[in-house]
């Protein structure tokens, strides 16, 4: 169900018979070749269209299993009745240029700054932190354009990322940038710890 265009969702509905008490969920991307690829971490119900699907097809292939795991036939479906994903609607909204300006040290605030293009009304903010396994952890809170540096960031990479929206509710691709030339944090002198 949905409008199968970049910046929309869609969903996977149906009806369970015979004792289905769970489904199994794929989403696939198509190439000309008519080959079909899995799309990585796509296993919900639901699947947000991105700018990778354009001039591909869209189909989802779910697995029924009853209360015994016993599974089912597979069934495919194909969104746009298998016909290419196309920019109806013109291109996603996105930001281009994006950087983090101001000095990123304890105390001192940083902004997140670009240019926005294709209709883009708004963005939404999210600021993370790099932990010690280099996995990055969004900073609870850090929700807009501006952020103040604080010592829980010393040692640790800094990165904002912005989700561009236009008036229609479209969600552009997430664009991500780091501070410091993806360096760690420090009390201001410079760092050659790069982040992971």
């Known amino acids: 169900m949905g409008e199968a265009i970049p910046g929309k969702e869609i969903m996977a509905c149906g009806y369970t018979i015979n004792g289905i008490t769970t489904c199994k969920i794929a989403w696939l991307r198509g190439s000309e070749d008519g ?32 209360s015994k795991g016993r599974k089912g036939e597979v069934l495919k479906v194909y969104a746009n009745e298998k016909t290419k994903i196309t920019h109806e609607d013109g291109p996603l909204p996105a930001v281009q240029g994006l950087q983090i300006i101001g000095e990123a040290i304890p ?6 700054g670009g240019y926005t293009i294709n209709g883009t009304t708004t963005c939404k903010f999210a600021w993370l ?6 996995s990055m952890k969004y900073i609870e809170g850090a929700s807009e354009p501006n952020y103040w540096v604080t010592e829980d960031d010393v040692n640790s990479c800094l990165a904002v990322e912005v989700l561009p929206i236009d008036s229609k509710g479209r969600k552009g691709e997430v664009v991500k940038v780091y501070a410091n030339e993806k360096t760690k944090i420090t009390h201001g002198s410079s760092s050659e710890s790069l982040c992971q």
């Open 35 to 66: 080959s079909m690829n899995y799309i990585e971490g796509a296993s919900e119900p639901t699947y947000w269209v991105t700018e990778n699907d354009v001039n591909s097809y869209l189909a989802v292939e779910v697995l029924p299993i009853d």
């Open 107 to 112: 105390g001192k605030e940083v902004m997140a």
């Open 129 to 134: 932190r790099g932990s010690e396994d280099g």
